[in-house]
């Protein structure tokens, strides 16, 4: 059964900085492109980035520079590394796979960016 489970937002000041997990289960994770997206009150849920099989990264413009996707095979977890945060930024992250699986979103973990 794939399974996506995110975890590691919080409330966090602006210019802060914060680390998203997720562990993904039922995919073959070695060879899956994977996404982080994220969903802001009242707008659609957005890619933020995605990382390729070869380690290939992809930004949206909004967060370049200040986001680093990264996995790690051998634990099938699949990390975003959040610097200078702004509010912005606050929303509910999930990771799937890059085009997205639409019927296995995870709950989400919540990041507020808020002093």
């Known amino acids: 059964q794939v399974q996506f489970v995110e975890s590691g937002g919080g409330l966090v000041q602006p210019g802060g900085s914060l680390r998203l997990s997720c562990v993904a289960s039922g995919i073959i994770f070695g060879v899956s492109r994977m996404g982080w997206y994220r969903q802001a009150p009242g707008k659609q849920r957005e890619l933020v980035a995605y990382i390729t099989m070869g380690d290939n990264t992809n930004y949206v413009d909004s967060v370049k520079g200040r986001f680093i996707i990264s996995r790690d095979a051998t634990k099938n977890t699949v990390y975003l590394q959040m610097s200078s945060l702004n509010p912005e930024d606050t929303a509910v992250y999930y990771c799937?796979?890059?085009?997205?699986?639409?019927?296995?979103w995870g709950q989400g973990t919540q990041v507020t960016v808020s002093s």
């Open positions: 799937n796979e890059y085009p997205s699986l639409p019927d296995y």
